[in-house]
């Protein structure tokens, strides 16, 4: 799965991971991909993400995405937005400061180049 725009990926990976697909899922991801998580620590690399989409899939995890904002120039673009995610025994999450950097490839598809998907750590 590729995405042509900035705007389809939120989109596609959401309904990846919701339909358990992981291989549609960690297509949509550069090979050096990071994560950020809420204490800053980075997932880093296609592998470890994949590691970390297993586990929502693996949880049964449901998504729904929301860009409140699209900021492209050239190869990259930056998007903000509301991160919804549900887990069966787990309170509902919601996030409404997510942040992604996409970057367009050598192929013209554009991929999750950094994700923050509770915003970026506060000091």
């Known amino acids: 799965m590729v995405a ?12 990846a991971i919701n ?10 991801w550069s090979e050096d991909a990071a994560i950020v998580g809420p204490d800053g ?5 296609r592998e470890a993400v994949e ?24 190869d990259a673009a930056l998007a903000t937005g509301t991160l919804r995610m549900s887990v069966p025994g787990h309170e509902p999450y919601q996030g409404d400061s997510s942040i ?7 192929d013209g598809s554009w991929r999750v180049a950094i994700d923050a998907p509770w915003g970026l750590p506060r000091d």
């Open 41 to 45: 620590a980075m997932v880093r690399g």
């Open 19 to 28: 339909a358990g697909d992981i291989e549609a899922a960690l297509a949509l």
């Open 51 to 74: 590691g970390v989409l297993q586990t929502l899939i693996g949880n049964g995890a449901s998504v729904h995405i929301e860009l409140t904002g699209l900021y492209a120039a050239g």
């Open 100 to 106: 992604v950097l996409y970057a367009r490839g050598a």
């Open 4 to 15: 042509g725009t900035p705007e389809e990926i939120s989109e596609a990976f959401a309904a």
